[in-house]
């Protein structure tokens, strides 16, 4: 598994504006690439940030999303909601268990 983060930080007043866009461009293009095993999105409204995590079977599936160009239309499209840039972040799956 792979599994990789990106940190963003909003702008108060377009927290919610910046996580409907979020939604509408990766959220449903995600779910169909191959190899993608969740994606997720969780929102601090009172720090106005999110975290989008990604995890994908192989690191292959996920830069293959990237190449898309998926994140750079995003970006290019929330870049004005943003307090600056955002923060990508890959992790290694140490342990993981469902109950």
């Not at 983060?5 to 909003?10: D, L, S």
């Not at 509408?24 to 720090?47: P, S, T, Y």
């Not at 940030?49 to 079977?57: C, P």
């Not at 290019?76 to 268990?97: A, C, N, Q, S, Y």
């Amino acid at each position: 598994m792979y599994t990789a983060t990106m940190h963003y930080k909003f702008k108060s007043e377009n927290l919610e504006e910046a996580c409907t866009l979020w939604e509408k461009e990766i959220f449903a293009r995600a779910g169909k690439q191959k190899g993608c095993v969740r994606m997720q999105f969780l929102v601090d409204h009172k720090k106005s940030e999110a975290m989008a995590i990604g995890t994908w079977e192989e690191p292959e599936f996920a830069a293959a999303f990237m190449r898309t160009g998926v994140f750079k239309n995003l970006l290019e499209k929330i870049r004005p909601f943003l307090v600056e840039d955002p923060l990508p972040h890959v992790w290694e799956l140490r342990f993981f268990e469902e109950f």
